[in-house]
């Protein structure tokens, strides 16, 4: 028995997951990678002369070059970074600090491993060198820290990111960017960038932003309709009709599942009820099926 669902009784509802995720410099073809940036005049530039990064990737291997990939990152998000009409990655001056220096380094991160954002608050960079670990943080709104000197960062950006005088403000705490809907961290301060560049200890976690998709579908089966069963049990073996001590009008059958068919008529899912329900004669019944994807 089948029944053709109005539009109206189906509805979608997003809903937020959060999933982790880690990267290593040993990790190969992960979809991260980490680059070197730096600043300087393309006047007679020669390719072969720049800060090259090359990932390898089973059998391909792409070459970054330093001198473009800093000039993309300052153009896209620093250049402009007190007009935040002209710049991209949500800046908000009042509590982002945006500051490209003369070399940088930047991860990117492939877009199916942060979904729709890296998760504010979720980035944690960690450099060993020996035997010491070095802890980078985001703070949520695309600031990154070294979380050592958290305190020293806290007052840098409470006093709006005062540089003057430089040892109360604690500015030195301030390592970079994080720019969530783009998947990219950036390490602006030249002393942390090349301590990660130059170290295959890194190793750097975040939370990817995955949207799922609830789809309710509301089965409404009016009082007339589904009222008689096609369980093999209430069959009779010799002639297929029904027994006869269940064709009376008092006899309604029990529901206990319900299967949702495309318009090529293929199951493509089966809602098991919790427990067999009775179907009403009387009233309108409604099941309400809900399917994640």
């Known amino acids: 028995m ?3 669902l109005d539009p109206l009784d189906i509805t979608k509802k997003p809903f937020k997951s ?14 991260v990678f980490l680059v070197k940036a730096r600043s300087g005049s393309f006047q007679r530039y020669v390719s072969g002369s720049d800060a090259i990064t090359s990932i390898v990737s089973g059998s391909t291997t792409t070459r970054y070059f330093g001198l473009p990939t800093w000039n993309m990152i300052n153009k896209t998000f620093y250049k402009d970074s007190d007009k935040p009409y002209r710049t ?4 908000n001056p009042n509590v982002e600090h945006r500051e490209l220096h003369t070399s940088s380094s930047v991860i990117s991160v492939a877009r199916g491993l942060y979904g729709e954002q ?3 608050e979720s980035v944690d960079l960690d450099i060993t060198i020996n035997g010491n670990t070095f802890t980078i943080k985001d703070d949520g709104d ?17 006093s709006s990111f005062s540089r003057t005088p430089v040892a109360s403000n604690g500015s030195g705490s301030e390592v970079g960017n994080v720019f969530y809907s783009h998947g990219l961290v950036v390490i602006t301060d030249e002393n942390q960038s090349t301590l990660i560049k130059n170290n295959p200890s890194l190793v750097a976690n975040w939370k990817a932003n995955l949207p799922i998709y609830t789809y309710n579908y509301n089965i409404k089966l009016a009082d007339y309709e589904f009222n008689t069963t096609l369980n093999p049990t209430a069959l009779s073996g010799s002639t297929g009709d029904i027994l006869p001590n269940i064709t009376g009008s008092a006899f309604q059958p029990y529901i206990t599942s319900v299967g949702l068919y495309n318009g090529s008529n293929e199951l493509i899912a089966v809602g098991k009820l919790t427990q067999p329900l009775p179907k009403s004669s009387n009233t309108e019944t409604t ?6 994807l």
Not at 88 to 91: H, L, S
Not at 146 to 158: E, R, W, Y
Not at 287 to 292: E, N, S, T, V
């Open 88 to 91: 991209f990655g949500n800046n």
């Open 2 to 4: 089948f029944k053709n």
């Open 18 to 31: 959060f999933k982790n995720f880690t990267f290593t410099n040993n990790d190969s073809g992960s979809g």
């Open 287 to 292: 099941i309400q099926i809900k399917l994640d």
């Open 118 to 120: 890296i998760k504010p």
């Open 142 to 158: 695309g600031n990154l820290y070294d979380n050592a000197h958290s305190a020293s960062f806290a007052s840098f950006k409470s």
